[in-house]
């Protein structure tokens, strides 16, 4: 460095003789040595280091002089040469690293194409370019273009405007790079930069914001011409002119710094409040338009590899710790362009026992149909655990499990009637959804007067219909089985013509590998399957010691409960398939409502299975913790189903929903020994289980490339769901054959309260 200066965003202090401050607002900065404080007088861009040497010889050495510059140059405190007249533009770039003169050049040689997509004024974005000193192309000189601009700026009045899509493609054809900016609206939005094979594309941005459109995308199919009504509609000069600057600073950046924060990113600045969010576009291999959709056509084989256990304190036996996966994943949340549209916790406050959190669903789904819709917007995913990152990291994962589970009309299919295949092929939706005989004979009533909404019953099958299938892995026969595409996904169009099953997310389960999401799923069947037993059949079932688990955190939230006035105790529901699986129940002590509260867990981990159906307790506990003046239950809740539970059931009625005190209560010892440390080796050893009690285990991989997370949908016919299915098998045999009722439960005399959740 020949003539070596401070750079222009530092305002050196010089304090003592050895001490010297350097301020900025970007951080503070302390030098200390010998000759520092003479040196930094000198540090001006006029001096030459043998000129600092010459000036200070009476009292330095040509070393010491050399050593303190060295002290400010190792930090990169230092440029070259004078600052010149401007020293603000000068600090600016030197503030982020950049030589100011390199960018004021990259400035002056590029040219920047600007257009406009709806009804949107380029004109104070044009001036506004301008004063970054680079050269603005109107589109048609660009498209005729002599030399071609190094970016594009796209202005639009809506992202998903149907135009943007001929602009895309030109833009990618030519590997032009451009900037997408919405200037109208109370929400105003800057980016992403959109730069062809390193970021996503407009595709991917748009596939992302329309799921996050539900509203928006059900009024277009009504109104059936395509189009959305205009929403971004407030406008105000100071709106307008906030945004034509940000677009000339992310350009400046782009060209000036050749780096920008905008790059893969939408910044939105709610003009009103000042609130500004950070949305990532996230690249989709996927993507028809700059990746490659024969990704997910691959086959549905699937090769268990090990995995070793290296996370097991909550949440389940994980492959890494919660932190890590969150990290990886929070990118995905976003209310414009995430998977999961929210995460927000649900206690009011933070209590430091429990923890949940609701998130938000992306659903891009067909039809037309106002109460799906409804569903739909009001249906959150739910995240607990016993830490606050674990709630976090378990929500957000549930989010994208059902993110994963849409149907999109990208997978392959086998379009067939069932008669085509037969049995040993295909999976019959019966075996599946376990209706029985009279449920279908009497759904029309049942459906209009008490289904409420998660218990109706479909139309018979038709096996002489064509529906489409989608190609499964069964782990039982290592061989492809076909399950009902309308089952295996989320509002799949076939449900639309021929209403034969209710799609739900019972056995899909997300996971940082296949084999995590495999087990957990299995073990989410287990759960259901033994919940479904025991309360149809109203057995009563032994209670489970808490203290044998020698956790501190039972003791913790005990006492949590107890100073609520609630109880908490396990019920032991373990099934013939040996996967320990337990109730927890909670309810008031001290009011004729008893707000009895249920949450479950499975898991080969007795420790995981209690602790599962702990917390699931907890997060339905914000529903009813707030009380009236009188002493009364404040519902935060407005189910119908769920209200009439809370407030209806208690214990001396419902005798079986707490631990029998006529039946000694198990510990957790009576399951020591179940679990391999390996998650493979336990999908294999609960696959073996199932086989030994007749059952398939069947998975279909809903894995997507972009959201870096395995996603898996099990089934197993035969297992039976804790919704109110009532056809024959093991809802009837297996409480009898391990002695829960003496003799099978006639369908009439079946619990006729459902379950509400």
């Known amino acids: 460095m020949d003539l070596p200066r401070f750079k222009a965003h530092l305002v050196p202090q010089i304090v003592g003789p050895d001490r010297v401050f350097l301020v900025s607002e970007e951080g503070h900065y302390l030098v200390q040595g010998k000759a520092v404080a003479e040196v930094a007088l000198l540090l001006d861009g006029t001096h030459t280091i043998a000129e600092m040497a010459e000036k200070l010889s009476d009292r330095f050495t040509l070393g010491e002089v050399v050593f303190a510059v060295s002290k400010f140059q190792r930090f990169r405190h230092l440029a070259e040469g004078p600052i010149g007249t401007d020293r603000a533009a000068v600090a600016f770039w030197e503030a982020q690293g950049v030589d100011a003169g390199e960018a004021a050049r990259r400035l002056d040689e590029a040219r920047v194409e600007i257009t406009s997509v709806g009804a949107v004024d380029e004109a104070e974005a044009v001036a506004a370019l301008r004063t970054t000193g680079t050269e603005v192309l109107p589109v048609t000189a660009a498209a005729v273009g002599v030399t071609g601009p190094a970016l594009a700026v796209v202005l639009a009045d809506d992202y998903c405007n149907p135009q943007l899509a001929v602009v895309d493609a030109r833009l990618r054809a030519a590997g032009i790079p451009w900037l997408l900016a919405k200037p109208n609206g109370a929400d105003v939005w800057t980016g992403p930069y959109m730069v062809p094979g390193a970021t996503g594309c407009w595709r991917c941005l748009t596939q992302r914001l329309e799921g996050n459109r539900q509203v928006e995308a059900y009024l277009r199919r009504k109104r059936g011409d395509g189009t959305s009504p205009p929403a971004s509609l407030a406008v105000a000069p100071w709106s307008g002119g906030l945004s034509a600057q940000m677009v000339a600073g992310a350009v400046a950046g782009i060209i000036g710094a050749q780096a920008s924060p905008y790059q893969g990113v939408l910044v939105s600045v709610h003009v009103p409040t000042t609130r500004t969010e950070r949305h990532q576009l996230v690249r989709q291999p996927q993507c028809p338009g700059c990746g490659d959709p024969s990704v997910l056509r691959t086959g549905p084989r699937i090769e268990l590899t090990g995995q070793a256990v290296r996370f097991s304190a909550d949440g389940g036996h994980r492959t890494m710790r919660p932190d890590e996966t969150y990290k990886r994943l929070e990118k995905h949340v976003s209310r414009l362009t995430g998977a999961v549209s929210s995460l927000r916790l649900l206690n009011d406050a933070d209590n430091g026992v429990t923890y949940s959190y609701a998130a938000g669903h992306n659903f891009a789904m067909p039809g037309d149909n106002l109460t799906m819709l409804r569903r739909n917007l009001r249906g959150q995913s739910g995240g607990k655990g016993r830490t606050d990152i674990q709630a976090r990291v378990s929500g957000m994962c549930e989010a994208i499990e059902r993110y994963s589970g849409v149907w999109r009309n990208d997978r392959p299919t086998h379009r067939a009637r069932f008669d085509a295949f037969g049995p040993d092929r295909a999976v019959h939706p019966n075996d599946l959804l376990q209706y029985s005989e009279s449920q279908y004979a009497n759904r029309e009533e049942w459906n209009r007067d008490s289904a409420g909404r998660l218990h109706i019953v479909p139309e018979p099958f038709d096996t002489g219909r064509e529906i489409d299938w989608t190609a499964a892995w069964s782990l039982t026969h290592e061989r492809e089985r076909l399950v009902p595409s309308g089952y295996a996904w989320f509002g799949h169009p076939d449900l639309e013509d021929h209403f034969y099953c209710f799609s739900d997310g019972n056995g899909n389960a997300a996971g940082n590998t296949l084999e995590e999401a495999i087990l ?238």
């Open 520 to 757: 957990q799923a299995f073990y989410e069947l287990c759960e259901r399957d033994a919940v479904g037993l025991w309360w149809y059949n109203r057995a009563l079932r032994p209670g489970f010691e808490l203290d044998s688990l020698r956790e501190p955190y039972t003791d913790t939230l005990r006492e949590f409960y107890a100073g609520m006035n609630r109880s908490l105790e396990v019920v032991d529901l373990t099934t013939d398939l040996g996967i320990p699986t337990f109730a927890a129940v909670s309810r008031r002590v001290d009011h004729p409502v008893e707000d009895v509260l249920l949450g479950f867990g499975a898991h080969l981990d007795v420790r995981i299975a209690v602790l599962r159906a702990l917390t699931e307790v907890n997060q339905f506990l914000p529903a009813v913790i707030n009380r009236t003046a009188d002493g009364a239950t404040d519902y935060w809740e407005d189910d119908p189903d769920t209200l009439a539970w809370l407030q209806q059931v208690t214990v001396a009625q419902e005798p079986w929903v707490v631990p029998a005190a006529h039946l000694p209560a198990t510990s957790a010892g009576h399951y020591d020994g179940l679990f391999s440390g390996d998650l493979a080796e336990d999908i294999r050893n609960g696959v073996g289980r199932a086989d030994r009690a007749g059952l398939e285990v069947i998975v279909l991989d809903q894995s997507l490339p972009d959201l870096e997370l395995k996603v898996a949908k099990v089934m197993v016919p035969g297992l039976r769901h804790f919704w109110r299915r009532l056809g024959p098998g093991r809802l009837f045999t297996v409480p009898v054959d391990l002695g829960w009722v003496s003799a099978p439960t006639a369908e009439n005399r079946l619990n006729p309260r459902s379950v509400f959740f």
